[in-house]
């Protein structure tokens, strides 16, 4: 039985890293089409144009007991959203978003897609020297993030690490599903 | 066969293969054609970009059948590689990873050799992330790695 979280983030922020460090296949790449639609709206008959770009999917799997796997697919580091993102998230337990404390803006997109589906996720620091150089209250107000959106710091390129990040991912997938059937509690009494 | 958008660079050369790889079963004449490369993915699946099932997930999980074994021999080109692949039984994403095609034509092509019966496909659970207990087995499995 597969499940499957999203790791997503810019470029070079550590997402391949991560994935490596945990799969137990060595990480494989499949190519994905994504369309994305241009802001530039035709002028000669109001279609948007529509832009296909052809993408590597990175992905991994961790075996979790005998019937269950875990895959770990990597978004295409793109800042433009396409029909591949709803394949990606659509039945996943969660996401996590890897950012660089130098270059916070690049996991915007993310972030604002994933709040906008409504799919579970965490932010998670990269830390490539294994120090941390930013305040995480400094990153917490710099992405503007509510502080009901967990923010944690981790080293990709250690396996104990990674599971930790994947395990906050879970907690708020659990937290959710908790809430909702709380909810659907209250209208059936 | 990127194309610069509107917004920004292509992704970097490293990380967008060349679009497709061989595979490697076939004639050598036709490996070295660079027409029929480019163009039998698409034969096979006949033009249609819609799958025979639209919605299989990328992680849906894959394994041959009998009867996909034994009709073997009698299979030509994708249909052979992807039977002769998927005796390990692994996601649709992995099929396109390791034959070297892209996802929707991995799609297209495992749900094809399923309709035939070639194939046993198994479908992720319905909502996994409002499943308590499939939630509680994710956690209890990662936790138990080092």
């Given at each position: 039985m597969p499940v499957k979280i999203v790791i997503a983030g810019g470029f070079g922020v550590g997402k391949t890293t991560a994935v490596s460090a945990i799969s137990e296949i060595t990480p494989l790449t499949t190519e994905a089409t994504m369309t994305s639609v241009s802001v530039d709206v035709d002028a000669t008959d109001g279609v948007p144009d529509k832009t296909t770009t052809t993408v590597a999917l990175d992905f991994g799997c961790i075996t979790l007991d005998d019937a269950l796997k875990l895959y770990l697919f990597g978004t295409p580091g793109q800042d433009r959203f396409g029909f591949m993102w709803r394949d990606l998230t659509n039945g996943a337990l969660g996401a996590l978003v890897i950012v660089d404390a130098r270059r916070l803006d690049e996991c915007y997109p993310a972030v604002d897609y994933f709040e906008q589906i409504g799919l579970p996720f965490v932010v998670a620091v990269n830390l490539f020297h294994g120090e941390l150089t930013y305040d995480l209250n400094n990153i917490r107000w710099a992405l503007a993030m509510s502080h009901d959106i967990p923010l944690i710091t981790f080293d990709a390129r250690v396996r104990s690490s990674v599971r930790n990040a994947l395990l906050s991912v879970l907690s708020c997938t659990k937290e959710r599903a908790r809430r909702h059937r709380e909810k659907i509690q209250v209208v059936y009494r | 066969m990127t194309r610069d958008g509107p917004a920004g660079p292509d992704p970097a050369p490293g990380l967008v293969r060349s679009f497709l790889t061989r595979p490697t079963s076939e004639p050598a004449e036709e490996r070295d054609d660079p027409d029929v490369a480019i163009l039998r993915p698409y034969l096979l699946t006949s033009?249609?970009?819609?799958?025979?099932?639209?919605?299989?997930?990328?992680?849906a999980q894959v394994v041959t059948s009998e009867l996909g074994m034994a009709a073997y021999p009698r299979l030509t080109f994708e249909h052979r590689d992807i039977v002769v692949t998927c005796m390990t039984p692994m996601s649709v994403a992995e099929v396109g990873a390791r034959l070297g095609y892209h996802v929707g034509v991995a799609r297209i092509l495992v749900a094809d050799l399923a309709a035939a019966g070639h194939l046993i496909v198994r479908r992720p659970e319905f909502r996994p992330a409002y499943n308590m207990d499939l939630l509680e087995r994710v956690i209890r499995g990662l936790e138990a790695i080092q």
């Open positions: - | 033009g249609r970009v819609v799958p025979v099932d639209d919605t299989l997930e990328i992680e």
